[in-house]
């Protein structure tokens, strides 16, 4: 045979058989446990029984590391697409119709008008539209039941002021 290629006995071949099995088990189970654990020993010994020089181990560990990157491209594949990733992603979608607010999507509420549903000392709870709010006062203290307006919206902090009506 040739210098870089080894040779193969059924005790390779084995642990090559056993060892990408773990592996790829490995792969589907969360965390690194007994499966990769066990076929990462099954591949180097698989490496060390059968090289017999560096230029055969290094061969040998280089086309390991490619079937793995190929059976890892596989898992995600089947993972992204396809049957296995339905369970991690949510199927509904969070419309705003339905009730669901973006925290990025506040600005809409500038200018609205409420009441005050605890003492704003400075932070606190408002009604608008039968919708509860945490908001901050412009620093003074409100007292619950006060009318108030919504004035300024940075990210997701609100900051109202009383309102003269």
Excluded: W
């Excluded at 390991?64 to 995600?76: Q, S």
Aim: aromatic share 8%; charged share 20%.
């Amino acid at each position: 045979m040739s210098t870089f290629l080894p040779d193969i006995t059924l005790l390779t071949l084995l642990l090559l058989i056993i060892g990408f099995g773990l592996v790829f088990l490995e792969m589907h189970i969360p965390g690194f446990g007994i499966p990769g654990i066990l076929g990462a020993i099954c591949l180097i010994l698989a490496v060390a029984l059968t090289a017999q020089n560096f230029a055969e181990g290094l061969v040998m560990t280089l086309g390991i590391l490619a079937i793995l990157g190929i059976m890892l491209g596989v898992v995600l594949t089947f993972f992204t697409k396809g049957k296995f990733f339905k369970p991690l992603i949510l199927p509904d979608v969070q419309r705003k119709e339905h009730g669901y607010i973006s925290s990025s999507d506040l600005d809409y509420l500038l200018g609205k008008k409420g009441i005050a549903l605890t003492d704003l000392r400075p932070s606190g709870s408002i009604d608008i539209d039968g919708v509860k709010f945490d908001v901050i006062s412009d620093g003074e203290y409100i007292s619950s039941g006060t009318k108030v307006e919504i004035f300024k919206v940075s990210g997701v902090k609100l900051l109202v002021k009383k309102t003269k009506d």
